[in-house]
């Protein structure tokens, strides 16, 4: 299994809803990011997971609450978020030691749309 | 800071013909790696090759190649016999290696690639 799967694939919410984005892998990768993504733009890093700690993240909002529960799942919990978060968010995963510890494996990524 | 440039933000190509990407960086690290992602309309992004910088060969895998000149930090990508597939947003990207166990990539801004039949 070579693949980083992330669900839903499209969302629209409410600037009062509480909703999760799911990112999961089965390649034995032990460190996870959520990248946000406008479109045409590259991505931006918001958040690292190395071996379910959080590492980096880099000064985003409160409004945007990772979890990693296991090595396999990623989550990115979100309340109260603005129309100007709508954007692709992308999840990725690498091994942590060893081997291919450069590659970064890619989702499809979930288009959300904050109302 | 490493910052990655990408000069040109949109390009076309025939298809069957060659297009070539370019890519400068800018860093002060001897030890690192390089990377060119193509993300289709379909925005799944998907790693095309990767390149060591301590490794002189410039890296290859089937259609795609690299010309990577380490003096000039300039990191091109070469596509032979365009297909209509390739049509995508590709993304040069610099990575260097992490004592903390975690490895943020710097992307380029992007070249919008568009194969004409």
């Known amino acids: 299994d070579t693949e980083v799967t992330q669900t839903p694939k499209h969302l629209v919410m409410g600037m009062t809803n509480k909703k999760s984005l799911k990112c999961e892998q089965h390649m034995g990768h032990r460190a996870m990011y959520w990248y946000k993504q406008k479109a045409k733009k590259p991505p931006e890093l918001m958040f690292v997971?190395?071996?379910?700690?959080?590492?980096i993240n880099e000064s985003v909002p409160s409004r945007f609450s990772p979890e990693c529960p296991n090595s396999s799942l990623l989550n990115l919990h979100l309340h109260a978020l603005q129309p100007e978060d709508s954007a692709l968010y992308l999840c990725?995963?690498?091994?942590?030691?060893?081997?291919?510890?450069?590659?970064?494996?890619f989702g499809p990524g979930t288009r959300l749309t904050v109302l | 800071a490493q910052t990655v440039t990408q000069s040109q933000p949109e390009m076309s190509v025939q298809e069957a013909e060659t297009v070539t990407l370019s890519c400068t960086y800018d860093?002060?690290?001897?030890?690192?790696?390089l990377f060119w992602y193509k993300q289709p309309p379909s925005r799944q992004m998907i790693l095309v090759i990767r390149?060591?910088?301590?490794?002189?060969q410039n890296a290859t895998e089937n259609r795609f190649s690299v010309n990577f000149q380490k003096a000039a930090k300039s990191f091109s990508l070469k596509i032979s016999d365009s297909q209509l597939g390739d049509t995508a947003m590709y993304f040069c990207a610099f990575m260097k290696p992490d004592s903390g166990g975690y490895q943020k990539v710097t992307f380029g801004t992007g070249t919008k690639l568009q194969v004409i039949p």
């Open positions: 990725a995963s690498r091994h942590a030691r060893g081997l291919d510890t450069d590659t970064q494996y």
């Open positions: 860093t002060s690290e001897s030890n690192y790696y």
């Open positions: 997971y190395s071996y379910e700690k959080l590492s």
């Open positions: 390149q060591e910088a301590y490794k002189q």
